[in-house]
């Protein structure tokens, strides 16, 4: 019965407190307090809390209070009405996540892709893709990272048919080469950085070309229509 009444949310006090009244019979808080060595604050606290449980009763007599146990049954009761509670909170929940929930935000999605062997395996989903390339970049860091690779990834992307346009600095100008399906355009140092942005379907790529190079990679359509707009906003400029 202990741990039947623990399920309950009855504390402590209260099940020493409704048990013994269920085996001994009404008493008054002082001889509770007594018997059950329980000081008499919590007692009076328990007891009230039994009575609004509506598992414990009282009578006055002699302006003294007199608790009685109700009868076990009246356990299954307080049982259907937290059942029935339950029920309640839950389908409010339910009601407040439901508004809370965003009706037309896609979730975002983050990975981070550290090395070189990271970065390959991103630029082979670019091609896996097949969709149009926006890339702004400082420098040709994809070139001297992985040398041949580089030459690789550019065939495969023009037998795929896969458009690049790439924005670099007035710097690099005399350092890059014509491809096929590949369109420069270059601009004023001021409007780059060292890292490189990759835009290609919903995804952005954040590229740090560092010693250990590291890729952000957000899949989210708001985020890469923002850097889209940005790319689109220097190559007209």
């Not at 019979?25 to 018997?35: D, F, I, P, Q």
């Not at 598992?55 to 006055?60: D, G, I, P």
């Not at 809370?100 to 896609?106: D, E, G, M, R, T």
């Given at each position: 019965?202990?741990n039947?009444?623990?399920?309950l949310?009855?504390s402590p006090s209260?099940?020493?407190?409704y048990?013994h009244?269920?085996?001994n019979?009404?008493?008054?808080?002082?001889?509770?307090?007594?018997?059950t060595?329980?000081n008499?604050?919590?007692?009076?606290?328990?007891l009230?809390?039994?009575i609004r449980?509506g598992?414990?009763?009282?009578?006055?007599r002699?302006?003294v209070k007199?608790f009685?146990a109700?009868?076990?049954e009246?356990l299954l009761t307080l049982?259907?009405?937290?059942?029935?509670e339950?029920e309640?909170?839950?389908?409010?929940?339910?009601?407040e996540i439901?508004a809370?929930?965003?009706?037309?935000?896609?979730p975002?999605?983050a990975?981070?892709f550290?090395?070189?062997k990271?970065l390959?395996?991103?630029?082979?989903?670019?091609?896996q893709?097949?969709?149009?390339?926006?890339?702004m970049?400082?420098?040709?860091?994809f070139?001297?990272?992985?040398?041949?690779?580089?030459?690789?990834w550019?065939?495969?992307r023009?037998e795929?048919?896969?458009k690049?346009c790439?924005?670099?600095?007035?710097?690099?100008?005399?350092k890059v080469?014509?491809?096929?399906?590949?369109s420069?355009?270059f601009?004023d140092?001021?409007?780059?950085?060292?890292t490189?942005t990759?835009?290609?379907g919903?995804t952005?790529?954040?590229i740090?070309?560092?010693?250990?190079?590291?890729?952000?990679?957000i899949?989210n359509?708001e985020?890469t229509?923002s850097h889209?707009?940005?790319?689109n906003l220097l190559?007209?400029?």
């Open positions: 019965m202990q039947s009444l623990a399920h949310g009855f209260e099940r020493e407190l048990l009244l269920l085996s019979g009404k008493s008054y808080a002082n001889k509770l307090s007594t018997e060595k329980l008499r604050t919590n007692v009076y606290e328990a009230d809390r039994l449980k598992v414990v009763s009282f009578v006055t002699n302006k007199w009685e109700k009868a076990p009246s049982l259907d009405n937290q059942k029935d339950l309640r909170s839950k389908k409010n929940l339910q009601k439901k809370l929930k965003p009706s037309h935000s896609p975002l999605e990975n981070i550290v090395g070189k990271g390959r395996m991103l630029f082979e989903e670019i091609l893709k097949k969709k149009p390339i926006s890339i970049a400082a420098e040709l860091q070139k001297k990272l992985f040398g041949p690779y580089f030459e690789l550019h065939k495969e023009a795929k048919g896969i690049q790439s924005i670099f600095p007035r710097s690099m100008k005399e080469k014509e491809r096929k399906l590949l420069y355009k601009v140092d001021a409007f780059t950085n060292p490189t990759i835009i290609y919903d952005t790529l954040l740090q070309w560092s010693k250990e190079p590291l890729a952000i990679k899949e359509k985020i229509k889209l707009n940005y790319f190559w007209n400029s």
